[in-house]
């Protein structure tokens, strides 16, 4: 079942302008001679929007950092929704921050983790040979300049490719429970569409808040969400979640393919329903978020869209409950830096258990 994630799309909308800001001038020519004096990496590039077939692994020049950034040496990446939605330039309503006849970034990918190469005058927490990670665009790279303040350090008991599963799926699911859901021990949380990248964190991140947990996935994920901790897994092609009779204080719906009538019916009074995806075939975000935003205003449950916002502190906050063996990424495929094409369809069918990374 695919699912688009509504908070990358707002991510798309809301952040971007923050990205293209951040981002140096690049020239984007694949023809470029290495001869002495150049510094050229090798990139994943597009010059307009479309389908993965418009992208190319390209030379680009090695980016300068700037003095409060880290120049990092890119080992691992990861796909997200926003990635695909960015290269094709949907929901339409992006363009306004990507370019609105053309992409004015060639580059793509956010999550890497790599290590730290040369850093910036008034850095003062990295130094060359640190591991780290972080959110930064154009992530499908060998090399990024980034801010300081947009890395955190990778846990000292995962591998560069887990460490590039977390940020935006991560913090989205941190954000959404402990901020919106404002979950509490003892709390009946569901997660409907457990099995994903932000799924397969909400389920553990809830569980590390003391919630009693309910994953619904596919009968091939049963399995994987009861070993991420879920305390109920619902087979959503065996057995229909929303007639369940014990209701739950909160709803974590990466999926948005039932009702909100559905919905409300197994919430508590008080409870909160989270939309962090929608079904692209019931309308899409807007019309989404309209009922969301409709629904709150005439009923004691709250209904809520999700945002996510990059920063440093929650990147922290997931490796202190990595690091305690709460939450550990799960990894579907791998894939190698010019097969970044191949990763994102695949990312597209809907089916990836986990996160979906390349490898550097």
């Known amino acids: 079942m695919r699912s688009d994630y509504v908070s990358d799309g707002l991510l798309a909308l809301g952040k971007l302008n923050d990205y293209y800001g951040a981002i140096n001038h690049i020239v984007h020519n694949s023809q470029k001679s290495t001869h002495e004096g150049y510094n050229i990496m ?6 307009t929007y479309g389908s993965p077939d418009v992208l190319t692994l390209s030379e680009l020049d090695k980016p ?6 880290a120049l990092v040496r890119i080992r691992a990446a990861s796909v997200n929704p926003l990635d695909w939605h960015v290269l094709r330039g949907t929901p339409r309503f992006i363009r306004m921050q990507t370019g609105l006849t053309g992409p004015k970034s060639p580059k793509l990918g956010v999550d890497m983790a790599g290590e730290v190469e040369a850093v910036g005058k008034d850095v003062t927490e990295f130094k060359p040979g640190d591991a780290v990670y972080g959110e930064v665009w154009g992530a499908f790279a060998e090399y990024v300049a980034v801010s300081e303040t947009m890395l955190a350090p990778k846990p000292s008991n995962l591998t560069f490719e887990q460490t590039a599963a977390i940020p935006v799926a991560g913090y989205t699911a941190l954000q959404a429970l402990r901020d919106k859901g404002q979950v509490t021990p003892g709390q009946r949380v569901l997660i409907n569409g457990a099995s994903g ?12 808040m003391g919630a009693e947990v309910a994953g619904v996935c596919s009968t091939r994920n049963v399995e994987l969400v009861s070993s991420l901790g879920a305390d109920r897994v619902f087979d959503y092609t065996r057995e229909d979640f929303t007639l369940e009779k014990d209701p739950y204080d909160v709803i974590f719906d990466n999926i948005g393919n039932r009702t909100m009538a559905e919905y409300r019916r197994i919430m508590t009074p008080g409870g909160v329903f989270i939309m962090v995806g929608a079904d692209g075939n019931k309308g899409g ?14 009923f004691s449950q709250s209904f809520t869209t999700m945002m996510a916002k990059a920063n440093k502190q929650d990147l922290l906050a997931i490796n202190r409950m990595i690091e305690a063996g709460q939450v550990t990424p799960v990894i579907d495929r791998q894939y190698p830096l010019d097969q970044v094409p191949d990763a994102i369809r695949y990312l597209e069918e809907g089916h990836a258990r986990g996160k979906v990374v390349v490898t550097v």
Not at 64 to 69: E, L, Y
Not at 197 to 208: D, E, L, S, W
């Open 42 to 47: 090798k990139a994943i590039t597009r010059s």
């Open 64 to 69: 300068d950092p700037n003095d409060n950034q």
């Open 197 to 208: 990248g932000v799924g397969t964190f909400a389920v553990q991140i809830a569980k590390a």
């Open 285 to 298: 975000y807007l019309n989404a978020m309209f009922k969301v935003m409709v629904l709150s205003k005439f």
